[in-house]
């Protein structure tokens, strides 16, 4: 079955970076692009951007494109997401998820648990 | 970038009842709008793809509707495990914004 495991709680100072990682399982990681998501607390979700897992293309929202960092590890089916120059409004939980629905793109079918960063000075 | 609407924001309900969000995009987006359930501290949960798809493994009593830049998620009858926070999401065009979500309380 398609698991998406995401790395544990990370507590951040202003002006600092984190690297959440998500590890596949369950499919062949190079079929599908990730997508990562931000939901601060008590707000809906937000797209973040998207990487192929297939050629490392990505796409971005514009308000991350300067912070944010896709990267993908074939080797081990794990997908990276870093966020620099972190802001108390970054705190949130980070999704990644992706979309296995042939012909419905981004319908976001699998989720990992989530992953609270929490940016404290 | 395509702003997405709910309205209402909240609504209470009870066991039952048939229940309507509404969605609207700022512009047209065919059907490319997707909904999710979310409960607290969980992921989002795909319910409906390209407007009226039924994903699989969800209940029939969840439907959706719509075409363009207005849509609807109906719950025909209102089950307890379906209080939750409800989301629209658009998928026409990056960035792939969500509405700001519809909360379902029981009345």
């Known amino acids: 079955q398609v698991q998406l495991v995401q790395s544990g709680a990370e507590v951040k100072k202003p002006g600092a970076s984190v690297k959440v990682s998500c590890k596949a399982s369950?499919?062949?990681?190079?079929?599908?692009?990730i997508s990562w998501v931000r939901q601060a607390p008590g707000q809906g979700p937000e797209w973040m951007g998207w990487?192929?897992?297939?050629?490392?293309?990505?796409n971005f929202a514009q308000k991350f494109q300067d912070r944010v960092t896709l990267t993908t590890d074939t080797s081990t089916d794990t997908a990276y997401m870093e966020l620099g120059n972190l802001r108390s409004d970054d705190t949130a939980v980070f999704y990644c998820?992706?979309?296995?629905?042939?012909?419905?793109?981004?319908?976001?079918?699998?989720w990992g648990q989530g992953t609270l960063v929490t940016v404290s000075s | 970038d395509i702003q997405m609407t709910q309205s209402p924001s909240s609504l209470s309900a009870s066991v039952g009842d048939r229940v309507t969000i509404t969605c609207r995009a700022s512009?047209?987006?065919?059907?490319?709008l997707n909904w999710y359930q979310q409960k607290p501290g969980k992921a989002p949960k795909l319910l409906i793809y390209t407007a009226s798809s039924l994903q699989s493994g969800v209940p029939s009593r969840f439907s959706g509707s719509g075409s363009g830049t207005d849509f609807t998620l109906t719950i025909s009858s209102l089950q307890p495990e379906d209080f939750a926070t409800y989301y629209c999401?658009?998928?026409?065009?990056?960035?792939?914004?969500f509405g700001p979500g519809t909360k379902v309380d029981i009345k």
């Open positions: 512009q047209s987006i065919s059907s490319y």
């Open positions: 998820a992706i979309d296995t629905i042939a012909g419905a793109d981004e319908a976001l079918d699998y």
């Open positions: 990487i192929s897992a297939y050629n490392g293309n990505t």
């Open positions: 369950g499919y062949s990681f190079t079929n599908y692009g």
């Open positions: 999401q658009q998928s026409y065009r990056t960035p792939y914004g």
